[in-house]
């Protein structure tokens, strides 16, 4: 067994000696570190942001912009969260009544048991994950769905999944899951309206600080995302020479490179 890894380990150091020596084989691996240094800078300023919000200062017309942009996905997450949470209370109401129908519509495919209710203009679907009603190991967390609908529409507008622990000696029928599912998603929906609703600064994310990693990389530097910290700006002066110093590398790789093939020509 050692014996065949270390004659593992020989051939791909090799191997590795030989494509070293291939200049498209280096260039194209400086490239790769480029981009790597630029994953790793963008996380260290995301969780810089995360930990303390004012590490990062943001010009006025991009700042209002951000803010105009998360008002109305918060104000549309927001009326969609209150939606659901009116329609699962009523559906909620509907199962806890012993008389009546309970379920509009029941079927299933080969993974989910699906309950539909029609409820005014729009359509309420739980997609219970059959292993809830076969499976006998307690500990084990599965996924449900809850979807809404347009009435008449093949694709909801709004879904949210649920990880609730169930096993099939809990419950008798699917009604039974589909009330527990409910209570847990109207517990998320509460939590949920409650962060977005006390949340006071603005989310920027890991995207953002990817965009502001690359620019400083590339030095381009637009001005609209400032570091707001001594430690965030040694960052920022560390990268920037990082990069300016694989550029150089890659510039002199590329031009070595054509010098080559010019003078095979």
Do not use: C
């Not at 191997?15 to 963008?42: G, M, P, T």
């Not at 008449?152 to 000696?169: C, Q, R, Y």
């Not at 998320?188 to 006071?200: C, F, Q, R, Y």
């Amino acid at each position: 067994m050692i014996r065949a890894l270390k004659l593992i380990s020989a051939y791909y150091s090799d191997l590795f000696s030989k494509s070293i020596q291939n200049r498209n084989f280096r260039l194209r691996w400086v490239f790769y570190v480029y981009l790597i240094i630029i994953l790793v800078f963008a996380v260290f300023y995301n969780l810089s942001y995360e930990t303390n919000p004012s590490s990062f200062v943001f010009a006025k017309d991009v700042h209002q912009s951000k803010l105009s942009s998360q008002i109305r996905e918060d104000s549309t997450l927001i009326h969609n969260l209150e939606k659901e949470f009116l329609l699962l209370k009523n559906i909620n109401q509907r199962l806890t009544k012993t008389s009546g129908v309970k379920i509009d519509s029941l079927y299933s495919d080969y993974k989910f048991i699906f309950l539909l209710w029609h409820m005014n203009e729009l359509n309420v679907e739980l997609a219970i994950n059959k292993r809830a009603l076969k499976n006998d190991n307690k500990s084990e967390l599965l996924i449900h769905n809850v979807l809404i609908f347009k009435r008449g529409a093949s694709d909801p507008f709004f879904e949210n999944e649920v990880h609730l622990k169930t096993a099939s000696s809990d419950f008798d029928k699917p009604e039974t899951i589909g009330l527990k599912i409910i209570d847990v998603r109207m517990q998320d929906n509460v939590t949920e309206l409650k962060n977005i609703k006390s949340a006071d600064y603005l989310r920027w994310n890991f995207i953002d600080f990817f965009y502001f990693s690359t620019i400083t990389q590339a030095t381009v530097g637009y001005g609209d995302m400032l570091p707001n910290s001594t430690f965030i700006r040694f960052l920022v002066a560390l990268q920037t020479l990082i990069g300016v110093f694989i550029t150089i590398i890659m510039v002199t790789y590329s031009y070595d490179l054509y010098r080559k093939r010019r003078e095979k020509e």
